[in-house]
C-alpha cells in the first residue's frame, strides 16, 4: 500500500472530500404528492453546481443526496450540518425558485461559529420554512468529559 504525503495527499478525492468541513443533506426521495416526479434529485444537481461557482464554498461544503428527512408533507428537504454548529433542516424548498437563497444561507451558515442564526438573518423563504434547528451535540465520555 503506498501511502500519501505533501502535495499528493491533497489531490487524493478521498482526502478533500473529508477535510470539508460543512457538508449540505438534499433529500432524494423528495417527491411530489401523488406524482412520480422526483425533484429532490434536481435540486441537489442545482445546489452543486451552485455552490461550486460560488466563492469560497466549494471547498468548504460537501453536497449529498440522502435517503427520507421525514418532511414528505414538504418537500424538498434540505439539511445543513457541521461539527460544534447547529444543524438546521428546511422544507418546502423549490429546486428552481430557492437556489440563490440556498447559497446565501450556505454562506451564512460558514461564517456562524455555532450555526445559531435568527429567522431575520436567514435569507428567501428559509425565515419561514425551517422544519428543525438541532443544537450541536455534546458528547459526555465514559470519564465524564464533554467533548
Given amino acids: 500500500m503506498i501511502e500519501l504525503q505533501g502535495p499528493a495527499q491533497a489531490q ?5 472530500q473529508s477535510a470539508k468541513r460543512h457538508q449540505i443533506l438534499v433529500c432524494q ?14 435540486l441537489l444537481e442545482k445546489l452543486r453546481l451552485a455552490v461550486s461557482e460560488a466563492k469560497g464554498l466549494g471547498e468548504d461544503f460537501e453536497i449529498s443526496g440522502t435517503a ?3 418532511g414528505c408533507d414538504r418537500p424538498c428537504t434540505v439539511a ?4 460544534g454548529k447547529a ?3 428546511f422544507g418546502d424548498i423549490d429546486p428552481d425558485a430557492d437556489i440563490d437563497a440556498l447559497v446565501d444561507f450556505a454562506t451564512l451558515y ?38
Fill in 68 to 70: 427520507c428527512m421525514a
Fill in 110 to 147: 460558514q461564517r456562524l461559529d455555532d450555526g445559531w442564526c435568527r429567522a431575520a438573518d436567514r435569507p428567501g423563504k428559509l425565515a419561514t420554512s425551517t422544519l428543525a434547528r438541532i443544537p450541536a451535540a455534546l458528547i459526555v465520555t465514559a470519564e465524564g468529559q464533554l467533548q
Fill in 87 to 89: 444543524t438546521w433542516l
Fill in 29 to 42: 426521495t423528495c417527491r411530489h404528492k401523488d406524482s412520480p416526479c422526483f425533484p429532490g434529485l434536481a
Fill in 12 to 16: 487524493d478525492p478521498a482526502m478533500r
Fill in 80 to 83: 445543513w450540518r457541521a461539527t
